[in-house]
């Protein structure tokens, strides 16, 4: 029915967590951080656990890595989610014409009940 692939697991499985969707929104709008800038922006967040949540999101290929001398910078990955995206796309389309349908249904069912 739905070709989920693992591309798009990898990109659920790191859009699930706050922290994570919280860094990809930082990422949009900062030229390319450090991981110290970013560990910066989540004062409550160890380095270690920045560290995690950037690496599920480079294994969802939502975030890639630039290495500048001893510093590793990060900008949005090549992905942009476009498996998700598809998935998502697919479900809501398939939908589309359910939801008119039961739509139509029940103002067929209100008009009938107000002339009844």
Same mark, same amino acid.
């Given at each position: 029915m739905f070709d989920q692939s693992h *591309? /798009? =697991? +990898? $990109?659920f499985r790191a859009l699930n967590d706050a922290t994570r969707r919280a860094i +990809?929104? +930082? +990422?949009a709008s900062e030229n390319e951080p450090t991981a110290g800038?970013?560990?910066a922006a989540f004062p409550s967040l160890g380095r270690t656990a920045v560290s995690a949540h950037l690496r599920v %999101? !480079? =294994?969802? #290929? %939502? $975030? /890639? *890595? $630039? !290495?500048?001398g001893k510093h590793r910078r990060y900008r949005l990955g090549p992905n942009r989610a476009d498996a998700a995206i598809a998935f %998502? !796309? #697919?479900i809501y389309e398939q939908s589309l014409p359910k939801d008119r349908q039961a739509a139509s249904d029940r /103002? @067929?069912?209100l008009r @009938?009940?107000?002339s009844g």
């Amino acid at each position: 029915m739905f070709d989920q692939s693992h *591309e /798009s =697991d +990898l $990109v659920f499985r790191a859009l699930n967590d706050a922290t994570r969707r919280a860094i +990809l929104a +930082l +990422l949009a709008s900062e030229n390319e951080p450090t991981a110290g800038d970013i560990a910066a922006a989540f004062p409550s967040l160890g380095r270690t656990a920045v560290s995690a949540h950037l690496r599920v %999101l !480079r =294994d969802a #290929q %939502l $975030v /890639s *890595e $630039v !290495r500048d001398g001893k510093h590793r910078r990060y900008r949005l990955g090549p992905n942009r989610a476009d498996a998700a995206i598809a998935f %998502l !796309r #697919q479900i809501y389309e398939q939908s589309l014409p359910k939801d008119r349908q039961a739509a139509s249904d029940r /103002s @067929d069912g209100l008009r @009938d009940a107000k002339s009844g």
